[in-house]
């Protein structure tokens, strides 16, 4: 994978990963047609890629994650309390998840069967009781981040998923975003860390964690650093036209853009 191939995924990153369209079936078709190889060093670009987008959100929330107080404190925790179900299930589930990576046809369905869900959303749950971060209580953290451990399949969307927990718990349509956004920040901060630092790769022949197949390259390196910077800049936008037309139209259109982007998958692919 060139420079130019790695800021073209991390655009699709930064523009995919806080919408419910799933980031990583829009990495792998760019993959699929832009013929980059499926090695390590792609796997780890595609999962640490993440960083950039993380980093967006805590700059455009920066008054919600750094501002102290007794009720940020019992943010945080709802928060640990969220990401409990994703840190358990991605440890044990990493090397099935990874196999089903590499099946184009299972992710497009998903793709599929995750628009019809989100076109018809908006009926199921018109009337919301939670609207501010405040009300959330730990219960409904938690139940959201046994819904956000549905995406471990790809072509689920995390955001998706965690999305339609919040609204199944009660939560607005722009609250149950917000929180998607935040809740990413810890679940991708723990894949990103267990990626680099806990995981070992086999693809050179020689068993190597991610921060060492980077640190052996210098042209890894720097196309990691651009691609996590592509990334940042580009999720800033994409949260911020997110968050506006989610409040103004629902979530109808991006199922429609998921089941058309699943068909075109399947096309593409076969």
Request: charged share 15%; hydrophobic share 50%.
């Amino acid at each position: 994978m060139d420079l130019l191939h790695a800021i073209l995924i991390a655009i699709v990153e930064g523009l995919t990963e806080y919408l419910p369209v799933s980031s990583t079936a829009h990495m792998i078709l760019s993959r699929e047609l832009m013929g980059i190889p499926e090695d390590d060093f792609f796997r780890i670009f595609a999962l640490c890629i993440q960083l950039g987008a993380i980093l967006a959100v805590v700059t455009l929330y920066g008054r919600t994650f750094f501002t102290f107080s007794k009720e940020r404190w019992r943010f945080y925790g709802k928060l640990i309390i969220a990401v409990i179900p994703a840190l358990i299930l991605g440890k044990l589930l990493d090397d099935p998840i990874e196999k089903v990576m590499g099946k184009p046809v299972y992710i497009a369905l998903m793709l599929i069967a995750g628009g019809v869900v989100l076109i018809f959303i908006d009926r199921f749950f018109k009337e919301p009781k939670v609207t501010t971060q405040e009300n959330i209580t730990p219960k409904n953290a938690f139940l959201i981040g046994l819904w956000q451990c549905l995406a471990m399949m790809p072509g689920t969307s995390r955001s998706a998923a965690s999305i339609i927990g919040g609204m199944q718990q009660g939560l607005s349509r722009g609250l149950a975003a917000e929180f998607s956004f935040f809740l990413a920040v810890p679940t991708m901060l723990a894949v990103t860390v267990y990626s680099l630092c806990l995981k070992t790769y086999h693809g050179t022949g020689v068993d190597l964690k991610g921060y060492q197949l980077l640190a052996q390259n210098s042209q890894y390196l720097t196309t990691f650093l651009i691609g996590n910077l592509v990334a940042y800049l580009v999720a800033i936008i994409a949260i911020k036209g997110f968050v506006s037309l989610v409040k103004r139209y629902g979530f109808t259109p991006w199922g429609y853009y998921r089941i058309l982007a699943g068909i075109l998958f399947l096309l593409i692919t076969y």
